[in-house]
C-alpha cells in the first residue's frame, strides 16, 4: 500500500473566483488564513472588518445590523482605561466611546460598500458555543477577558443557526443578486470547551450549512474535511496540536484554488506569487552589481505585469 492518505473529490464549482472581482471573506480565524492566501496570490480581498469572529450568530449579527438602516447604538463598554466593543475583536479599541464607534461605523461603511459589488462571500463558522451578555442579553462576538460571572455559556441549536442565517441570507442577495455565498466549518480545535464539547459543536455547525444548502442557493467548501481526513495527522498541526500549520493551510489552499479558479486564474495566481517573492528579497550585499542588477530585472518584471495585468495591486 503506497498511499496512506484518504482523499476525496471537491466538485469545481460554476461561479469561479477571478483576479478582478471582490471577494469577501468572515468569520474564524481560519478564514483569515485562507484570506491571506488569496491575498498573497493577487485577489482582490476585504476579511474580517470586525476581527476574527467564531460564533454564527455574532457573525450575522454583523450583517444584518452593517445593512440595517435603522441600527443606531453600537454596544461598547469600558476595561480600565480602554473601550470596546462586545461585537468585534479586541483588535478595534479606543480611548473613549466616541473613537470605538465611528471606527465601527466607518468600518461597516466600507464593508456594505465592498458587498454590493462583490462577488462570493465565504464565511467561515468556528463554533456553536456561544456567550450570552447576562445584562445586555446579547450574545456577544469576544468576552474581552470580562469576568465569566457577566456570561451565560450555552451550546445553540442547529435551529436557531439555520433561522438565523436564512433571513441573513435573504437580505445579502436583495443587497448583491449576483453575489453567491459560501460556508466552511473551522477545523481549528476549540479545546478549551473540552475536545468532546468541541466535536458536539462542530457537528452542529455542519449540521446547520447542511440545511442551509437544501434551503437557500448557498455552497459548502469541506475545509474541515480536508484537514480533519485528508491531513489526518497531528504534523499538519501547530505545537498546541490545535491551529493547523503552514503545511496544512498551503494544501487546504491548493484544493480551495482548485475547487474556485479556472486553470487561467491558478497560473496568474502564480505569476503574482514569484513578483511579490522577488520584490520581498532581502540582500546580504545590497550595494553590490549583483542586487542592483536584480532589482532592476525585478523592476522591470513589474512594470510589464502592471501594464498587463492593472487590476492587481502588488504591494
Not at 124 to 151: D, M, P, R
Amino acid at each position: 500500500m503506497s498511499n496512506f492518505q484518504l482523499s476525496f473529490k471537491i466538485p469545481s464549482q460554476e461561479t469561479k473566483i477571478n483576479h478582478k472581482e471582490k471577494i469577501l471573506f468572515l468569520g474564524s480565524c481560519f478564514s483569515d488564513e485562507i484570506a491571506a492566501k488569496a491575498n498573497f496570490s493577487g485577489f482582490n480581498v476585504l476579511s474580517n472588518p470586525f476581527g476574527t469572529v467564531f460564533h454564527p450568530i455574532a457573525l450575522a449579527r454583523f450583517i444584518k445590523e452593517t445593512l440595517s438602516s435603522s441600527f443606531q447604538k453600537e454596544r461598547i463598554f469600558q476595561r480600565e482605561d480602554l473601550f470596546f466593543s462586545l461585537d468585534a475583536n479586541s483588535t478595534i479599541y479606543g480611548l473613549n466611546e466616541s473613537e470605538v464607534t465611528n471606527k465601527l461605523k466607518d468600518l461597516r461603511i466600507e464593508w456594505l460598500h465592498q458587498l454590493k459589488s462583490a462577488s462570493h462571500l465565504f464565511i467561515t463558522f468556528g463554533t456553536a458555543w456561544g456567550y450570552t451578555h447576562i445584562e445586555g442579553e446579547v450574545l456577544v462576538a469576544n468576552c474581552h477577558k470580562l469576568s465569566s460571572q457577566q456570561f451565560e455559556k450555552r451550546l445553540t441549536s442547529t435551529q436557531e443557526i439555520v433561522q438565523c442565517w436564512m433571513a441573513v441570507i435573504k437580505e445579502l442577495k436583495a443587497i448583491n443578486p449576483q453575489l453567491t455565498v459560501c460556508f466552511t466549518v473551522s477545523p481549528v480545535r476549540h479545546s478549551k470547551d473540552g475536545l468532546i464539547e468541541n466535536n458536539q459543536s462542530k457537528a452542529l455547525l455542519i449540521d446547520a450549512i447542511r440545511q442551509l444548502k437544501e434551503s437557500s442557493n448557498v455552497e459548502y467548501f469541506p475545509s474541515y474535511e480536508i484537514v480533519m481526513d485528508e491531513l489526518r495527522d497531528y504534523r499538519f498541526f501547530k505545537l498546541d496540536r490545535v491551529h493547523p500549520n503552514e503545511e496544512a493551510i498551503d494544501y487546504v489552499w491548493q484544493r480551495f484554488e482548485a475547487t474556485y479558479c479556472s486553470v487561467e486564474t491558478i497560473e496568474l495566481s502564480r505569476k503574482v506569487k514569484h513578483l511579490k517573492l522577488a520584490l520581498s528579497h532581502k540582500s546580504l550585499h545590497p550595494e553590490s552589481n549583483e542586487t542592483l542588477e536584480h532589482k532592476k530585472r525585478v523592476e522591470q518584471l513589474c512594470n510589464e505585469f502592471k501594464a498587463a495585468y492593472p487590476f492587481i495591486i502588488l504591494a
